[in-house]
Each structure stands twice: as structure tokens, then as C-alpha cells.
């Protein structure tokens, strides 16, 4: 398999040209490897930080697929930190490959969808209109659940959550999901009758609306909630393409 069978099958089933007009990441093949080289190693991540690259270089992987690349619509100069990052990559020959908003939305292996099933929310729905279209998820419960034993479900590393407002109802039938930097979609939550509503990080800018808006609102963080996706990527190459894989996992806290 070479880079360009790999990007071929990430094309497949992940909405890249769709939703390249309302993504401002760079989303596909981001810096390249070898065309000829042979892909057996893959490497997910969430970040492609110096970091995360020099992990993956380190454990031989030939492509580093990540949630958050390093372009964000916008030229940038390959100076400092970016042009370290690119001679990482350079130098070990290993291929970048990028998928914001696709790898949210999706709905089996989507980091919306991944927290949707630690949940295990029925009746699902698309949530959370982003330039016309919807990114996230919204449920209801099997059962009630207290907002900490939600927390507990969306955080089963028992990591702490950025921010938990228990303004809403205390037995919690309904979910609405939104990974990674989505507070203001809280609003949409609200004008639902959504019960609880999980995003990775907080803003002040919306906590009076959420409390005066009688809704649970848990801010589990950017990272913690955008783990699920590329570790779906990763199980699902093993599967079907027979790839080696493995997760870098370099926690922000935020």
C-alpha cells in the first residue's frame, strides 16, 4: 500500500471534499512521504505537535494520521516551530495526514459518534448546525443518568472535566454531543430541550445562558474528547487494511 492507496481508502468513508468549503483545516494528505514507499505502519494522534511527530518517527510509523494538522486555511511561513515539525517529518519520510470536521461528524467512528457510544445513546439524531451542517449528535438515554455518572461514562480515565454546570434537570434523559471547542452550540441544546449537553471546552460567554437556560452543560476538554476518532481510524486500518497502529497520546489537560 503507498501513500496514495492509503489517502484513497481515508476518502472512502471519510467526507473530505464535502466538507472542504467549511473546514478551515487542510484536510487529506498534509506533508508526504516517498510516493513508492510502502505504507505497514500507522500512527494516530490528535496533534501534529514536534512531539507527537518525533514519537511516531521513533516507533517507525510511515504515515501519522491526526485529528488537528498543522495547516488551518491560511499560508504560514516555514519558520521555527512549523519548519522543525516539517524536518521531522522530512527526515524520517513519513507522510502527515490531517481530518478535522470529517472525523467529528462521522457517524460510526467520529469522535461525536465514539462519545455517543460510551454513552450509549438510542434514537440518534444529527445536532449542531455549522455553516448549514450538522457536526454533532443528540440521544436519549437507555435509562437516567446523573450528570456525574455521565462524566464518569465520557471520562472513563477518570481525568478531570474543564468545566461542570448542573444547571438542568438532575435525572438526565437526553444528550446532545459536540466535541472539542463547541460551547456556543450549548444554545442550539437549549432551544431543544436537551437535558445535558457534552462539548470539550467552556467559555464564560455562554455560562449565564446555559444556567438561566435550566440545561447540564459538562466541558470534558478538547483533548479528552477528540481521543475517540483517530483511535477508531487506527482499529478500523488494522482491520481492513492489516496496518500496524498505534496511539501517541500526549494529553494537554485543556
Known amino acids: 500500500m503507498t501513500l496514495a492507496d492509503f489517502d484513497r481508502w481515508c476518502t472512502s468513508f471519510l467526507e473530505i471534499e464535502a466538507l472542504r468549503q467549511i473546514d478551515d483545516s487542510l484536510n487529506g494528505i498534509q506533508v508526504g512521504c516517498s510516493p513508492s514507499k510502502e505504507i505497514k505502519t500507522l500512527a494516530v494522534a490528535v496533534d501534529a505537535c514536534a512531539e507527537t511527530i518525533r514519537r511516531a518517527a521513533d516507533a517507525g510509523a510511515d504515515v501519522l494520521f491526526v485529528h488537528h494538522g498543522m495547516f488551518w486555511g491560511k499560508p504560514v511561513p516555514i519558520t521555527g516551530s512549523m519548519r522543525e515539525r516539517i524536518r521531522l517529518l522530512l527526515e524520517a519520510d513519513m507522510a502527515l495526514y490531517a481530518c478535522h470536521l470529517p472525523l467529528d461528524r462521522h457517524p460510526e467512528i467520529g469522535n461525536n459518534a465514539r462519545l455517543c457510544d460510551l454513552l450509549g445513546l438510542q434514537e440518534r439524531t444529527p445536532f449542531g448546525i455549522y455553516h448549514g451542517i450538522p457536526i454533532g449528535w443528540a440521544g436519549r438515554l437507555p435509562m437516567p443518568l446523573t450528570i456525574d ?102 494529553p494537554t489537560g485543556l
Open 149 to 250: 455518572a455521565i462524566v464518569a461514562k465520557i471520562l472513563p480515565d477518570r481525568s478531570e472535566p474543564r468545566l461542570v454546570v448542573a444547571a438542568g434537570p438532575r435525572e438526565i434523559r437526553s444528550v446532545a454531543v459536540i466535541s472539542g471547542g463547541a460551547p456556543f452550540e450549548s444554545l442550539q441544546a437549549i432551544d431543544q430541550g436537551i437535558d445535558c449537553y457534552v462539548t470539550g471546552e467552556p467559555s464564560h460567554s455562554i455560562y449565564h445562558a446555559v444556567t438561566e437556560g435550566s440545561i447540564n452543560f459538562i466541558a470534558a476538554g478538547h483533548y479528552a474528547t477528540e481521543v475517540w476518532g483517530v483511535r477508531a481510524v487506527a482499529e478500523k486500518a488494522k482491520a481492513e487494511l492489516g496496518l500496524t497502529t498505534l496511539f501517541i497520546d500526549l
